[in-house]
């Protein structure tokens, strides 16, 4: 069994300006755990997986994205989640949240995951900052990206099937969106 999760990965400029955002924060503050992925917005949270079964997983998960089209993302301003995690903004619009919540009634039904409570209260976001932290340096950081901010937008046109490999997520196959030439 292994640990799997369905994400958008931003190409280009977004995924070098997260990248860059959170090697500061491991060269200032030593915090390093959002290194362990690429930056991405969550569709499904990690689920277990077995190994054996990806062409299955990839086959049910082709099926389902090639019913959804392509739509447009914005990445604008630095969030956080309590004193725990910071992160840069994303607006998807009605297309985003609709996706995620059909995806999550699909995983549910076809894949047989359970729904973990990040499923139902879906909050779109590229995490920049994880808990590890340190909570002394918490307000010093916090005021380092929201002075920096995070900004930038594409066009989704695939998601991604990441999986965990040597304790860091690594995207095993990018999956087009219907009507995608991506």
């Avoid at 840069?88 to 729904?115: P, S, T």
């Avoid at 920096?148 to 490999?165: D, S, T």
Wanted: include cysteine; hydrophobic fraction near 40%; charged fraction near 30%.
């Amino acid at each position: 069994m292994q640990k799997y999760f369905v994400a958008i990965v931003p190409p280009g400029e977004v995924q070098v300006q997260a990248q860059e955002i959170k090697e500061a924060v491991r060269e200032k503050y030593n915090a390093k755990h959002a290194l362990k992925s690429p930056a991405h917005v969550t569709l499904k949270m990690p689920f277990v997986w077995n190994e054996h079964k990806e062409d299955k997983l990839f086959g049910l998960l082709r099926a389902f994205f090639k019913e959804r089209g392509p739509f447009p993302v914005e990445f604008k301003g630095i969030g956080r989640f309590g004193r725990r995690i910071m992160y840069a903004r994303v607006h998807g619009g009605d297309a985003l949240v609709e996706m995620q919540e059909a995806f999550r009634h699909y995983c549910r039904r076809e894949l047989k995951l359970n729904e973990e409570l990040s499923d139902k209260a879906y909050t779109p976001h590229v995490t920049l900052v994880y808990s590890d932290l340190k909570k002394n340096f918490f307000d010093e950081c916090w005021a380092m990206l929201k002075e920096r901010g995070f900004y930038g937008n594409m066009e989704v046109q695939q998601v991604a099937l990441l999986k965990k490999e040597n304790y860091r997520w690594q995207v095993l196959e990018m999956i087009d969106l219907g009507n995608s030439q991506g």
